[in-house]
């Protein structure tokens, strides 16, 4: 099970960990300039912040293996075989679809509607996209939609037809990550 290549959305990752980093920077000027009152009825409303951004922000990717194709979202990791995707879609995110199912990833979402002014043609070279009279711009590689979509279809292409054992597979987050959040809630209701 080789890895090929991960992939994240650069520009939320950054906002994310500036976000927890203005988050710690609060967290610290109650610690240091404020009182221990108010450290204790802060730190909930910050941690809970802070499991936010990470979730929707820090968490989401997509790894590409040679025998299958990892999809992590906020509260759900998909790990799909090539053999079972019907098609790579880019609509309003990278989706994959099976035969009963679609599998959309938060790590590549589209751009605006916008976005179209900024495409030129050329930006589509040596993309072999599967219609390509119907371009969108979320097909554009330099989205962040068209490079996952790129990657994605490129080893899909390779490597649908190889026999894997596996099958597709869907993996809730587990309720540990749910226990510190309800314990800051109840803090907050509580205190």
């Known amino acids: 099970m ?3 290549s991960t992939f994240r959305a650069t520009s939320s990752v950054l906002l994310g960990y500036l976000g927890i980093g203005l988050i710690l920077g609060s967290l ?3 610690f240091f ?4 009152e108010e ?3 802060s730190a909930p409303y910050l ?5 936010l951004i990470y979730f929707v922000m820090i968490r989401p990717k997509l ?3 040679s025998s299958h194709i990892e999809v992590i979202n906020p509260l759900s990791t998909h790990k799909i075989p090539w053999k079972y995707i019907s098609a790579i879609e880019t609509k309003y995110c990278l989706t994959l679809s099976l035969q009963d199912r679609t599998i959309k990833a ?16 050329t930006d589509f070279r040596g993309v072999n996209l599967e219609n390509s009279e119907l371009v969108r711009p979320s097909d554009s590689p330099l989205t962040d939609s068209g490079a996952a979509a790129y990657i994605s279809r490129q080893e899909w292409i390779r490597r649908r037809n190889l026999e894997s054992n596996l099958v597709p597979e869907s993996i809730r987050i587990s309720s540990l990550f749910y226990i510190p959040i309800a314990i800051s809630i109840l803090l907050i ?3």
């Open 2 to 4: 080789e890895k090929i």
């Open 28 to 30: 610290a000027q109650s």
């Open 33 to 36: 300039y404020g009182s221990s």
């Open 39 to 41: 450290l204790i009825s």
């Open 47 to 51: 941690y809970i912040i802070a499991s």
């Open 63 to 65: 790894n590409i293996y």
């Open 106 to 121: 938060w790590a590549a979402v589209a751009p605006s509607r916008y976005h179209f002014k900024r495409v030129h043609p």
């Open 189 to 191: 209701l509580f205190r």
